[in-house]
């Protein structure tokens, strides 16, 4: 089962024996560093090791970076190409270090990576980088700032560049925070901590997003039981029967909208007789449906996925069609028996006053295979499932596992 792969960023030479320290404390939490210095990144012979680095971050998922005294090595051009400085220049109310690029460390260009990525970074600062700090804070606007050594810095000449960072850094929009640290132990503690109480929100978010999904469905209960009772207020035969057509086959016009491109106008099924479920999976050139379990769903989809998938229908080609939330196989199955036991005449007239309310979702083409449109909607659907789970596709009985 594979871990979080954490980049550290941070200079080596100086940094040494912390950095050796982090990597042992994020290997004992079940995470896999991902360090320069001991050969954890893929050095592509084609391009610059700083290029190579830059790459690295986009396959890691917690950046954390650690600011010392030294400034480090002026990223190369090519790597300064890989990063889209631009888009940074919204994300912090501090841009200073973003204005002269050939000023920009490698490391800190790899946190400027994970910044333009988006992946969560966690910065901690020396405590004397973090004091001198304070002291070009306060005089960076005056004359005296360039005569002034900060005993901290290494070379005087970077200062300004590590302060600025640190500015960008602890001035960005979302993902500012920084902590000082005087010793190894309260960066690991911090660390320790964060780390805990961000899965600790991440499972109560989870948690109320099922509550919510448990909320929609109870409310369309609800919505079943109250058009019974407007139904039963309708006194004339034929005009409730239309009623209650109109009302319990909204859905199926829902499904049917959806893939008017496939088979044809929805309105056909009002005069033609032939239609059954197995006419459609055939024009639709699926040999399979399954029902999509909605623990699985709970488990695999992420916050953006959408509506929860009911069904998948596979195609000969292994592609796969999605059905959505409210909507299920089985009841579509039902409706459309039930529809095409009316006469023509109340199909129609059911159908002409659908056409105009419906939302025309229903049945969705994704393009991909099973496995892949999972892939798609997972965060992590291997380290999700127990151990012992069998591949998902067989979870379906489908594609031969």
């Not at 300004?160 to 001035?171: G, M, V």
């Not at 000969?316 to 095409?340: C, K, N, R, W």
């Amino acid at each position: 089962m594979a871990g979080l792969r954490v980049f550290v960023s941070s200079t080596c030479y100086d940094l040494n024996v912390l950095r050796n320290q982090l990597r042992q404390f994020i290997a004992v939490q079940g995470h896999e560093p991902v360090m320069s210095d001991y050969n954890d990144i893929l050095y592509d012979p084609r391009h610059h090791t700083h290029t190579n680095c830059i790459d690295e971050v986009g396959t890691c998922d917690l950046v954390v970076v650690v600011i010392g005294s030294r400034f480090g090595g002026p990223a190369i051009p090519e790597a300064i190409e890989r990063v889209d400085l631009d888009s940074l220049e919204t994300a912090s109310s501090s841009i200073e270090v973003l204005k002269r690029r050939e000023n920009i460390s490698i490391t800190q260009l790899e946190v400027l990576r994970a910044a333009e990525l988006g992946v969560p970074i966690f910065v901690f600062i020396e405590d004397r980088v973090w004091h001198d700090h304070a002291t070009y804070e306060k005089n960076k606007g005056k004359s005296i700032i360039d005569s002034i050594e900060f005993s901290s810095i290494e070379k005087p000449k970077t200062a300004k560049y590590i302060f600025e960072f640190i500015n960008f850094l602890r001035h960005r929009t979302q993902n500012n925070a920084v902590s000082a640290f005087s010793k190894y132990s309260d960066l690991e503690e911090s660390l320790r901590q964060q780390w805990s109480a961000f899965f600790k929100r991440l499972l109560n978010e989870q948690r109320q997003r099922n509550a919510e999904t448990r909320r929609i469905d109870a409310l369309a209960e609800q919505f079943e039981d109250l058009k019974a009772a407007m139904l039963s207020t309708i006194s004339d035969d034929v005009r409730r029967k239309v009623a209650r057509g109109v009302v319990q086959f909204r859905r199926l016009y829902d499904f049917l909208a959806s893939i008017e491109t496939y088979i044809g106008a929805v309105s056909q099924f009002g005069r033609d007789d032939s239609w059954n479920w197995s006419k459609i999976l055939e024009k639709l050139d699926v040999h399979e449906v399954t029902d999509f379990p909605r623990d699985l769903w709970r488990s695999l989809a992420s916050p953006v996925s959408g509506p929860r998938v009911t069904a998948v229908f596979v195609k000969i080609d292994g592609t796969v069609y999605v059905l959505h939330f409210p909507l299920t196989s089985s009841a579509i199955q039902e409706d459309l028996a039930a529809f095409m036991n009316l006469t023509r005449d109340n199909r129609e007239i059911i159908l002409e006053a659908l056409e105009e309310g419906s939302s025309r979702r229903g049945l969705t083409y994704t393009g991909k295979t099973l496995d892949d449109f999972l892939n798609s909607i997972k965060s992590d659907a291997k380290s999700d499932l127990p151990p012992e789970a069998p591949p998902i596709n067989k979870l379906f009985g489908l594609l031969g596992g």
